[in-house]
């Protein structure tokens, strides 16, 4: 027994110095930390495998890619974490964002802005709308490799059908008539269920917000004022109240249901129509191929409008090199970069050097009503509030109570009274030095 | 000795029990960058705040006489003309409104929310307790005789309480889908059509669904309690029922029951415990909603702590939350003693 201890000893510890000494990075190598939150699994394993690049392609920085599991829709629990990693001042380095959480963490000074790193020439090739989603007071705080789109699908064997015009250009988009039109005969259609899929399992959470308050804002109505940031008599005056009568109408009438067991309603052909974000469009080709079709957003009367923003890289003010943090970003950003995880997610390529060696969304590629909308400034980005957490919270629940039968003023006027009652608390949140 | 545990105690117990304390007298939040302030009992205030303000119907300015509506009813101003009209209703919501003996009287709180989340609380113990115990009790007599895989059944109603709530939540979601889910079909099956709740997605029926689930999820736990409860019990004390002549019922009422006494206490007390907590579920399915009809306290200590960012308001709910349910802890154990020894 003691001669074996005798003789394992120092073999024990000279494999302990080893391990340290493989673990020890060399001097110069710079060490940082992401975060990025769940997505689906081939934009996941595409992110995974970018990092990995950026890391075999040089020698001075090393990023460690952490994956937070978040939940299905829009990150909620990737979103609690954060929020309590920053107030115990653990964030990473590199953190991946989605938009319109920017406000909130800018304004608290848990951000670096990035505009002295970005060239001019860089900025004149990034999508406008990436830019105004990533601005807050002034300066740049993220940097997407995508923009989002949200538009509708048909199947052009059904809508022709049904005898529907097909829209192929934002420009001769569907009004609401024509809209309400080609639901009803959609519905009459036997080989369907239902006329449009609205993606009512992801719950009440960021994509109402998301889907639907471009719904109020093609009423004429808003979620808040852009000006004065207050939600007394924009989302409980008349437009908005006008937009969720429809949007409850659209149930009502049996053109949508309210519970979708799960993703597929459009796939499987339940549904003759989807509403989506683009992260639905690829799987959906694979089902349908050339019979699937995206159709611009519904000009509502007001005007036309649509979600934009989407997640984004940024850089946290705990970062300790800041420079290593934007080289990554800048290999995050390169056109070929994008392309490689626009091809799987099937967001908007962010530059418009990427747009153009893209087939999927170049002109006349079958995504480019997303970048039509876009770029012709129909879409418009949720509100540029630090209170924004409270705003879509107040938002998606008087949406869900109202869909399930609540009084449509009562909750909306609740809306405002929470989102009131939110920058009361924060005393008006005062722009920080 | 104890050194281990009682610093196990303090780091995890005492201190975030005292940081809660604190906060909510402040009002601190998540994220910002503005300083914490001390506010008193202003997060209490908010919390509790509740008013009945009685309402006049609208005078026709033209005739002095009450405004009706087509259906002969008269009209009412909006409450949020109300509470806006007068400055000590500042910072009140819209509750609900109640018409008495021809009186229309709004009833306006601070955080309606809460005080919703209280009422949901307090609703789901109060039906919970019993009916999981009941069926613990029922499902123990039944894996208690000698018949032949006993411990299969065990298990299986067991299993539920191993498995992660989240899990079991999203699962049950799609057994609730209206249209599509088992549940419905099964009803639809055995009714021809007629009974269709909407479960999940209507105010009405939303607790009741997530009773059920956690009654299901959570009965194997006491089952296993009383089962312990009952291998406990003499078989002498059945031997002599029997030669009284009792049958099988008067062997349960008169024997089982009172020889249950302590193992029921805990299932009570415990059970009221860890009722009180209930938050996995409808943070999964259901979010509090739809109008509030499944928000629960500890729900909403989350909710307007950490996705509403006030620590402080947040805070004060939970220290509401223990004072509450430490009282009924209490209460409790004055009210069923356990020390009382039965033979």
Not at chain 1, 185 to 194: F, I, N, P, R, T
Not at chain 2, 67 to 73: S, T, V
């Amino acid at each position: 027994m003691n001669r074996t201890l005798r003789y394992l000893t120092p073999i024990l510890i000279l494999l302990l110095l080893f391990t340290f000494a493989a673990i020890t990075p060399a001097q110069d190598m710079a060490e940082l930390e992401l975060w990025y939150h769940g997505g689906t699994q081939e934009e996941n394993d595409e992110t995974r495998a970018q990092v990995d690049r950026f890391n075999a392609m040089q020698d001075a920085i090393q990023v460690n890619f952490v994956e937070l599991a978040g939940s299905l829709v829009a990150g909620t629990g990737y979103n609690d974490a954060v929020n309590a990693a920053a107030v115990a001042g653990d964030l990473p380095c590199i953190l991946d964002l989605d938009g319109p959480n920017l406000y909130n963490y800018a304004w608290a000074g848990f951000l670096a802005p990035l505009d002295d790193y970005m060239s001019d020439e860089l900025r004149a090739d990034i999508l406008p709308s990436l830019i105004d989603q990533g601005l807050y007071n002034g300066k740049i705080y993220a940097m997407g490799q995508y923009d989002s789109g949200l538009a509708l699908v048909g199947r052009v064997s059904l809508l022709e059908e049904a005898g529907v015009r097909i829209p192929t250009s934002i420009d001769d988009a569907w009004t609401l008539d024509e809209f309400n039109d080609a639901l009803a005969s959609l519905k009459a259609l036997e080989s369907v269920q239902y006329a449009i899929d609205l993606k009512m399992n992801y719950g009440a959470g960021e994509w109402y917000t998301y889907a639907f308050s471009p719904v109020v804002q093609g009423f004429g109505g808003d979620l808040i004022d852009r000006d004065t940031l207050s939600a007394e008599g924009v989302l409980n005056g008349p437009e908005a109240v006008a937009a969720m009568e429809w949007i409850r109408s659209l149930f009502e009438n049996g053109y949508a249901t309210l519970t979708p067991p799960d993703d597929n309603e459009f796939i499987n052909g339940n549904a003759a129509m989807g509403f989506l974000g683009h992260w639905m469009a690829t799987g959906y080709y694979e089902a349908f191929g050339d019979d699937m079709v995206v159709l611009p957003v519904v000009n509502f009367g007001a005007r036309q409008a649509t979600g934009m923003g989407s997640w984004a890289w940024s850089i946290t003010t705990q970062c300790e090199n800041p420079d290593a943090a934007w080289a990554f970003m800048e290999f995050m950003l390169a056109p070929d970069e994008i392309l490689s995880i626009t091809n799987v997610n099937a967001a908007v390529p962010g530059r418009f050097s990427a747009l153009a060696m893209s087939d999927l969304f170049g002109e006349g590629g079958r995504m480019n009503i997303f970048v039509q909308q876009l770029e012709s400034g129909i879409a418009i980005p949720r509100p540029i509030t630090p209170g924004y957490p409270a705003v879509t919270s107040a938002f998606f629940t008087a949406m869900d109570n109202i869909i399930k039968g609540g009084d449509i003023q009562t909750e909306l006027d609740a809306a405002v009274d929470k989102i009131e009652q939110d920058i009361a608390d924060n005393d008006g949140y005062p722009v920080q030095g | 000795m104890s050194a281990p545990a009682l610093i196990g105690l303090f780091l995890f117990v005492a201190m975030p029990l005292f940081g809660g304390v604190y906060w909510s007298f402040t009002n601190k939040r998540l994220i910002s960058p503005l300083p914490t302030e001390y506010i008193g009992f202003q997060n209490y205030q908010n919390l509790l705040g509740l008013l009945v303000v009685r309402v006049a119907p609208e005078i026709d300015e033209a005739t002095g006489q009450i405004q009706m509506n087509l259906e002969g009813n008269p009209v009412y101003p909006r409450t949020r003309t109300v509470i806006r009209g007068d400055p000590a209703y500042k910072g009140y919501r819209y509750w609900f409104t109640a018409d008495i003996l021809g009186q229309r009287y709004v009833v306006i709180a601070r955080d309606p929310t809460f005080l919703r989340s209280l009422i949901n609380t307090f609703l789901f113990v109060l039906v919970i307790v019993p009916g999981q115990g009941g069926l613990a009790l029922i499902m123990a007599l039944l894996v208690n005789q000698r018949l032949r895989g006993r411990y299969v059944f065990r298990t299986i109603y067991f299993s539920p309480v191993v498995t992660s709530m989240a899990v079991l939540a999203i699962v049950w979601t799609f057994l609730y889908n209206p249209d599509q889910g088992l549940i419905n079909r099964f009803l639809s099956a055995i009714t021809f059509g007629r009974l269709q709740p909407d479960w999940l997605v209507s105010a009405d029926s939303a607790l009741l669904a997530i009773i059920i689930l956690s009654a299901w999820q959570a009965a194997g736990f006491q089952m296993i309690i009383f089962l312990a409860g009952l291998q406990g019990i003499p078989q002498s004390l059945y031997e002599a029922a029997q030669i009284d002549g009792g049958n099988t019922w008067q062997q349960f009422r008169h024997v089982t029951i009172p020889q249950l006494r302590n193992t029921t206490i805990f299932v009570i007390i415990s059970t009221t415990i860890l009722a009180f907590r209930l938050f996995t579920q409808v943070d999964v399915m259901t979010k509090g909603g739809p109008q509030d009809a499944t928000v629960t306290v500890v729900f909403h200590a989350v909710d307007t702590g950490f996705r509403q960012q006030k620590i402080g308001y947040g805070s004060a709910v939970t220290v509401l939350f223990f004072i509450i349910v430490v009282s009924i802890a209490l209460m409790q154990r004055k009210l069923l003693r356990s020390d009382i020894e039965l033979e």
